[in-house]
């Protein structure tokens, strides 16, 4: 009789040691994935907080740069008006044609950009508005006089004479820029300390209803006979 069988191949049981580091290989692949995704965010992080940090860096360059040329501009404007001060220091009376030729000769769209306007504003007391007004008409200009209007014992510091001397600039003839505080606040500053004083922000007597803009104003003391009055 033929007999059919099978091979059994018998093995020996694993040690237990074996069994347990098998476990324990399971984990590696995530212990591996875990370390390479710790290690992009950290990289990432690390990037991304140099990138903050040069970022940073850039603005404060720009920033300085930009402070730095504010600043010369604002000096350059200041000097400009120190030179206007040195015309009427050097002259008994400076008059309209005078006043034009000088800042003319400036050339303030090519040498100053930004400049809208160089101007002079008379110190007026309340007994000398009449006959202030009076003397500005017969130069040729009729329907001029103080504004805005205030109570009759009111000193005002009235615009004058404002170059270039274009539509605009127009508007602000006899306008008293001591009515406004802001305005108010920078000349009374130039006045005690003898020096340029910038105002805060302002919306200029010459702007339209359209496209309106804010400015800011520089002002420099002119003093009669060159002096501070005693009571400055």
């Keep these: 009789m033929n007999r059919s069988g099978a091979s059994i ?35 990432h992080t690390t990037t991304e907080q140099r990138q903050r940090e040069l970022d940073r860096t850039r603005f404060q360059i720009q920033a300085s740069g930009i402070t730095t040329r504010l600043e010369y501009r604002l000096q350059a404007n200041a000097d400009l008006l120190r030179g206007v001060a040195g015309l009427f220091a050097a002259s008994d009376h400076v008059d309209r044609d005078e006043f034009r030729a000088y800042v003319e000769t400036l050339m303030l769209e090519s040498n100053y950009p930004g400049i ?20 500005v008409r017969d130069e040729g200009f009729p329907s001029y006089r103080i504004q805005p209007d205030r109570p009759p014992d009111t000193h005002r510091s009235a615009i004058v004479y404002i170059e270039p001397f274009n539509w605009r600039n127009q508007r602000a003839m006899g306008f008293d820029m001591f009515s406004e505080p802001v305005r ?22 010459q702007e339209t ?8 104003l520089i002002y420099v003391p002119i003093y009669l006979q060159g002096t501070p009055p005693a009571d400055a």
């Design 9 to 43: 191949a018998e093995a020996e049981p694993a040690p237990a040691g074996a069994t347990r580091f098998s476990h324990r290989l399971r984990w590696l692949p995530w212990i591996i994935l875990a370390l390479g995704a710790w290690l992009t965010w950290h990289q």
């Design 116 to 135: 809208q306007g160089v101007g002079f504003s008379q110190w007026i007391r309340p007994h000398e508005r009449v006959r202030h007004e009076q003397e």
């Design 184 to 205: 108010q606040q920078a000349m009374y500053r130039a006045v005690e300390t003898g020096e340029p004083s910038l105002s805060g922000r302002v919306t200029r007597v």
């Design 209 to 216: 209803d359209q496209d309106t803009q804010p400015g800011f």
